[in-house]
T-cell receptor, first 115, second 115 residues
């Protein structure tokens, strides 16, 4: 039973255009969300996060949007660059209580940015 | 800081053999984790530790054991290797403080094949 779902295994985008990666969650206890980026043969690296008290968080070319009522978040990359080609994982956690020290990951979306 | 280091990078085991995957972090993080990532899948938590001497099972602990005798080290032991344990293993760590605490730092991974 997947609690964090990334329904698109892959996404191709032209360089300079917007990349939108989506993530859905089912556990209503989740209120902190992270995006990780992973290159082949490397460990995941933290990209950006958002708490449920916000609906948007920006960091340079990366913006994460959170729609709590729909249990949906998305990562926007503008403009997309070839170096953004990687697998992106969505992760979620309760911010307190049991499980707050654990992350639940989605299966990932492989982004390919075409020059 | 070296961050999170893992050894070995690659290993091939025969069915029934045992081995220890090493993980060390130099960030004085109190939380440490072991994940496995199978092809096309997200990261699944095997074991975690909230401090020296304290460990607990994650989602997929069967066939593995861990210990945490120091803050820095969190080795993962496979006693009787099986083909189902063929995977990429990631160690991660996290500092427990108030505020933005959910970010985990990952090592580069160990690719294990059991034949």
């Amino acid at each position: 039973d997947q609690q964090v779902k990334q329904n698109s295994p892959s996404l191709s985008v032209q360089e300079g255009r917007i990349s939108i990666l989506n993530c859905d969650y089912t556990n209503s206890m989740f209120d902190y969300f992270l995006w990780y980026k992973k290159y082949p043969a490397e460990g995941p690296t933290f990209l950006i996060s958002i708490s449920s008290i916000k609906d948007k968080n920006e960091d340079g070319r990366f913006t994460v949007f959170l729609n709590k009522s729909a249990k949906h978040l998305s990562l926007h990359i503008v403009p997309s660059q070839p170096g953004d080609s990687a697998v992106y994982f969505c992760a979620a956690s309760p911010s307190s209580g049991a499980g707050s020290y654990q992350l639940t990951f989605g299966k990932g979306t492989k982004l390919s940015v075409i020059p | 800081n070296a961050g999170v280091t893992q050894t070995p990078k690659f290993r091939i085991l025969k069915i029934g053999q045992s081995m220890t995957l090493q993980c060390t972090q130099d960030m004085n993080h109190n939380y440490m984790y072991w994940y496995r990532q199978d092809p096309g899948m997200g990261l699944k938590l095997i074991y975690y530790s909230v401090g020296a001497g304290i460990t607990d099972k994650g989602e997929v602990p069967n066939g593995y054991n861990v210990s945490r005798s120091t803050t820095e080290d969190f080795p993962l032991r496979l006693e009787l290797a099986a083909p189902s344990q063929t995977s990429v293993y990631f160690c991660a760590s996290r500092l427990h403080t108030s505020g933005r605490t959910h970010e985990q730092f990952f090592g580069p991974g160990t690719r294990l094949t059991v034949l």
